[in-house]
């Protein structure tokens, strides 16, 4: 998880660029816009061109594949959850937080072009 020793940094000013550069949403929001569902072939497979960006340590930048999304995984981990009660969500509730606290962190560290911490969370 995250700490308040925790820092984030945009691309900004003299700021170090991030190793992984990703630029969109998630395409499965412009299947399903389209009219694709998850049996569809296809569904969820990011095509190369949007790849995310990755940045070596020696600033040699090359394509990083994007995970292939599985909304159906998730709703199906959702259901289940509620369908036995067993409470147990496909995502555990500090993850998300923590996945929260972080994008903020990221965006004010865009508006600032500085480093800033990321809360505990």
Known sequence: MTSASSRTSSTGGNVARPPVTVRGLDL????VLAGLRPADH?????????????TTTGGEQRPYPRADGRWQDFYAG????IDTGSGVLPVAVEGSLATFAILEAARRSAQLGTWVDVPSV
Not at 28 to 31: A, Y
Not at 42 to 54: A, D, I, N
């Open 28 to 31: 499965q929001t412009d299947q």
């Open 42 to 54: 296809g569904w969820g497979v990011e095509p190369h061109e949007r790849w995310g960006t990755l």
């Open 78 to 81: 959702v259901r289940e959850a």
